[in-house]
């Protein structure tokens, strides 16, 4: 007779199901930390976008600083040809967008690289009337940096045939507005770079300091928009001397002899807002009204404040431009 082998229960491996609850702690523990890694990501997103915004503004307004100082630099002047801060551009700026309010422009003669009629392909320097100048539109987001360049050839040009004055830009004067007119076949206007908000320039002496604005001249207040006229009547001390008053540059009366000469340098200050910004429309500040030439760098940190304080992102780039045909 066999003997009955006991049976023993086989025991189990110690593994259970997932419990309900269990699972839902788990689901909200993942999507915890989903959620921290999709705002870390954003977060980084948004460092780099920021980051190649501001870079790319950076890169532009060095551009446009490297390009205005390069026509700047061999600006011209003499009983015919004229330098001139702040011309009245209204009667020439006849379409949209409009000169931006209360902002700088400069306008000159200088040798410039034109492309040749004759020779396709080939260039030819040539003493050309050159401009810059802000134009803007909210409704539009239009804050554009313009270039006026008008070569012998055109039928408008007029550098060197009639005398300027301390209230006069007879060269400027004649053109067309046409000749403004970005729709026009006759436009002598390109586009430099679009998002520059805010543009100031101060003509500086020979001894480095603020020119003050023609409208502080002797019997000359308020008669004209000019903040600096190569043919107003003034004198400018040498870079290691002063008047007896101290002072490095003194305007003359109306009647006293044009100066015709050049300021020692000139100062470019630009602001600019990147466009991803510009398209959202924001509401940007007005530049604030020119007082004075020594004001300008507190108006331009005033204009720095209200864009922080709206929190416009803009990045501010400052040149000071050396004219080689400035007298010592």
């Not at 390109?190 to 300091?209: E, F, K, P, Q, Y």
Request: one cysteine or more; a neutral charge; charged letters at 15%.
């Amino acid at each position: 007779m066999k003997q009955a082998v006991p049976h023993r229960r086989r025991r189990g491996s110690g593994k259970r199901g997932v419990t309900l609850i269990e699972l839902i702690v788990s689901m909200g523990v993942f999507a915890l930390l989903l959620g921290i890694l999709l705002v870390t990501t954003q977060g980084v997103q948004r460092i780099w976008i920021s980051s190649f915004q501001k870079v790319d503004s950076m890169q532009t307004g060095r551009a446009v600083l490297e390009l205005m100082s390069r026509e700047l630099t061999g600006a011209l002047v003499s009983d015919r040809f004229q330098l001139v801060q702040t011309p009245r551009l209204t009667g020439l700026v006849t379409t949209p967008p409009a000169v931006a309010a209360n902002s700088s422009s400069l306008f000159w003669i200088a040798p410039v690289d034109t492309p040749s009629r004759t020779r396709p392909g080939a260039t030819s320097t040539s003493l050309c009337e050159i401009g810059y100048y802000l134009t803007r539109d909210d409704a539009a987001g239009i804050y554009r940096l313009n270039r006026f360049l008008l070569a012998p050839d055109s039928p408008w040009y007029q550098a060197g045939t009639t005398a300027p004055a301390w209230n006069t830009t007879p060269w400027l004067s004649a053109c067309d507005p046409s000749l403004f007119d970005p729709e026009s076949t006759n436009c002598a206007v390109s586009t430099v770079a679009d998002g520059v908000v805010g543009m100031w320039i101060r003509c500086l002496d020979t001894a480095g300091n603020p020119i003050p604005f023609l409208s502080a001249a002797p019997g000359l207040a308020g008669a004209t928009p000019m903040q600096f006229n190569s043919a107003a009547p003034f004198q400018m001390a040498g870079r290691d001397g002063a008047f007896s008053s101290g002072d490095t540059f003194q305007y003359l009366t109306a009647s006293a002899q044009p100066a015709h000469r050049l300021p020692g340098s000139i100062e470019i200050t630009l602001v600019l807002v990147d466009s991803r910004t510009l398209a959202r429309k924001p509401m940007l500040p007005t530049m604030p009204p020119p007082t004075t030439a020594v004001d300008i760098p507190d108006q331009i940190r005033e204009f720095q404040a209200e864009l922080a304080e709206a929190r416009i992102p803009a990045e501010t780039l400052v040149v000071r431009v050396p004219l080689t045909n400035a007298l010592p």
